[in-house]
């Protein structure tokens, strides 16, 4: 495997398949709360920003590998963060309404949204060593070094079973929120098709790319068969997750979320019986004459004035604990605001030579390699078949002599097909040496025919016909078990 797309995948590859994973359980429980209550209120665009926004990390955690990057920019980050999902939820009306409390649904969002960038970030973090040990490996490949002492020196045996136990544990808020869901949703079947494709996907690839880089430290030879049988496994578990999606019942539940709503049933159906009680006793009142109770009264006006005046407290103490925060960053950094055309310059240089890596690679991966290979094999293969059918149909007329050598060149040009091929300098005794320990049991007719075209070739008269015989009866043998 080539440097570059090692840095490749673990800059910019499998740190996606992370943000798929994130983006998959965010959108689950952001969806799993909106179709439980009304206090949600989003749409495609804050699923879009939200996506973009992971993707985002991935980029600022490899920039900030090459340029040094101020603190402000996170805070400046999530400010325009949350101003485009104010804008394009449709709820935009001046910088001073944005923290008004009708908006909470959308704080929460921007929250929760920052929880799992920096999960994202964390994700490049554990990524970064596994290329850092690739780069130490692939420098240093050639030298003799002493293996124990060059183990002491890389960091991915035990960076390994970290990344696994947090790829792993994203499976536990995948079962809470079907959990919640109570029942089989379209939406959430075919997210949890993707989510676990991905994930197998992402723990096989980096566990080939590890067992490739423990074989360069051992110097041991890359096989193919371990590849071989992880495509077969992917290739199996993708066949077999469609199956369960389209097999499974229409009003499938797990049984623990069966038992809690056959309880909550109960308790609604008792509450029902309650209120049916209550309805009863106010028609038979109002029968006997009796006026119902008067209706509570309604909320004085000083609750709503109450609401209001938290309401404004709180979205004053969140703007100076905003400001406040602002300040305290711009204090810190204020003697590098001199060079931030130096970085506004450095970070675009780092874009453009990020995207020029990423394409160079992309183009310099060939796909359809592994296809054209195996279609290159099994046309050689089928040309080999034709070949070898050729070859054992020769026609065996004309001179004895003739006949003989014929058959001899035959043996030579079957046996080259399968690999073991007559070197030009070797006599014919040795190389029936060389055949002899091959096929033991065909010791007797291979001597034979040596012995018979050695004499034909060096021979100036004919062979007699018993040796042409024998020579067409050893070729049927050999033809049948070679």
């Keep these: 495997m080539k440097a570059k797309e090692y840095n490749f995948k673990y800059s910019y590859l499998y740190p996606f398949m992370g943000v798929m994973l994130y983006f998959i359980l965010a959108i689950m429980f952001f969806y799993l709360i909106e179709i439980n209550s009304n206090f949600m209120n989003l749409n495609?665009?804050?699923?879009l920003i939200l996506f973009l926004f992971l993707v985002e990390a991935i980029l600022?955690?490899?920039?900030?590998?090459?340029?040094?990057?101020?603190?402000?920019?996170?805070?400046?980050?999530?400010?325009?963060?949350?101003?485009?999902?104010?804008?394009?939820?449709?709820?935009?009306?001046?910088?001073?309404?944005?923290?008004?409390?009708?908006?909470?649904?959308?704080?929460?969002?921007?929250?929760v949204s920052i929880f799992f960038w920096y999960q994202v970030y964390e994700f490049c973090g554990i990524f970064e060593y596994f290329r850092k040990d690739f780069d130490k490996i692939y420098e240093s490949k050639g030298e003799d070094w002493n293996l124990d002492e060059f183990r002491r020196l890389l960091d991915y045996p035990l960076i390994w079973p970290r990344m696994t136990r947090k790829v792993s544990w994203l499976?536990?808020?995948?079962?809470?929120?079907?959990?919640?869901?109570?029942?089989?949703?379209?939406?959430?079947?075919i997210l949890t098709i993707i989510f676990l494709v991905t994930e197998v996907f992402l723990l096989a690839l980096t566990y080939l790319d590890k067992k490739t880089v423990d074989w360069n430290v051992n110097r041991i030879k890359e096989t193919q068969?371990?590849?071989?049988?992880?495509?077969?496994?992917?290739?199996?578990?993708?066949?077999?997750?469609?199956?369960l999606a389209f097999l499974l019942p229409s009003n499938y539940q797990p049984l623990p979320m069966d038992?809690?709503?056959?309880?909550?049933?109960?308790?609604?159906?008792?509450?029902?019986?309650?209120?049916?009680?209550?309805?009863?006793?106010?028609?038979?009142?109002?029968?006997?004459?009796?006026?119902?109770?008067?209706?509570?009264?309604?909320?004085?006006?000083?609750?709503?004035?109450?609401?209001?005046?938290?309401?404004?407290?709180?979205?004053?103490?969140?703007?100076?604990?905003?400001?406040?925060?602002?300040?305290f960053f711009i204090t810190s950094e204020i003697g590098k605001l001199k060079n931030m055309p130096q970085f506004f310059k450095a970070f675009y240089q780092f874009i453009i030579k990020a995207l020029k890596d990423i394409f160079t690679v992309i183009k310099e991966i060939n796909f359809t390699s592994g296809w054209r290979k195996r279609n290159e094999r099994l046309k050689n293969k089928k040309s080999a078949k034709e070949e070898?059918?050729?070859?054992?149909?020769?026609?065996?007329?004309?001179?004895?002599?003739?006949?003989?050598?014929?058959?001899?060149?035959?043996?030579?040009?079957?046996?080259?097909?399968k690999g073991m091929g007559k070197d030009p300098a070797a006599t014919p005794y040795e190389y029936r040496s060389y055949l002899v320990e091959k096929f033991q049991d065909l010791k007797e007719e291979i001597n034979n025919l040596t012995e018979i075209f050695v004499e034909t070739a060096y021979s100036d008269h004919p062979l007699g016909e018993?040796?042409?015989?024998?020579?067409?009866?050893?070729?049927?043998?050999?033809?049948?078990k070679i």
């Design 44 to 47: 495609n665009f804050s699923y």
């Design 60 to 111: 600022h955690f490899n920039a900030s590998l090459e340029i040094k990057i101020p603190m402000l920019t996170f805070v400046v980050e999530f400010f325009v963060y949350l101003l485009l999902l104010v804008v394009l939820s449709g709820r935009y009306q001046s910088l001073a309404t944005i923290f008004s409390l009708d908006k909470l649904d959308l704080f929460i969002f921007w929250l």
């Design 171 to 189: 499976n536990l808020p995948l079962l809470i929120l079907w959990a919640f869901i109570g029942e089989v949703n379209m939406l959430f079947l």
């Design 225 to 243: 068969s371990i590849k071989k049988g992880w495509r077969k496994f992917l290739l199996i578990f993708i066949i077999l997750a469609l199956l």
């Design 259 to 327: 038992r809690i709503n056959s309880w909550i049933g109960q308790q609604l159906a008792l509450l029902g019986v309650v209120e049916m009680e209550q309805q009863d006793n106010i028609r038979e009142r109002f029968d006997a004459g009796q006026l119902p109770d008067e209706a509570e009264e309604e909320e004085p006006r000083w609750i709503e004035i109450l609401f209001v005046i938290i309401q404004i407290f709180l979205t004053v103490i969140f703007a100076l604990f905003f400001l406040a925060l602002v300040i």
């Design 388 to 417: 070898a059918k050729n070859i054992k149909n020769i026609e065996l007329t004309g001179q004895s002599n003739s006949i003989i050598i014929r058959i001899y060149n035959s043996l030579l040009r079957l046996l080259s097909l």
């Design 466 to 480: 018993n040796a042409v015989k024998t020579a067409r009866t050893i070729w049927k043998i050999l033809k049948k």
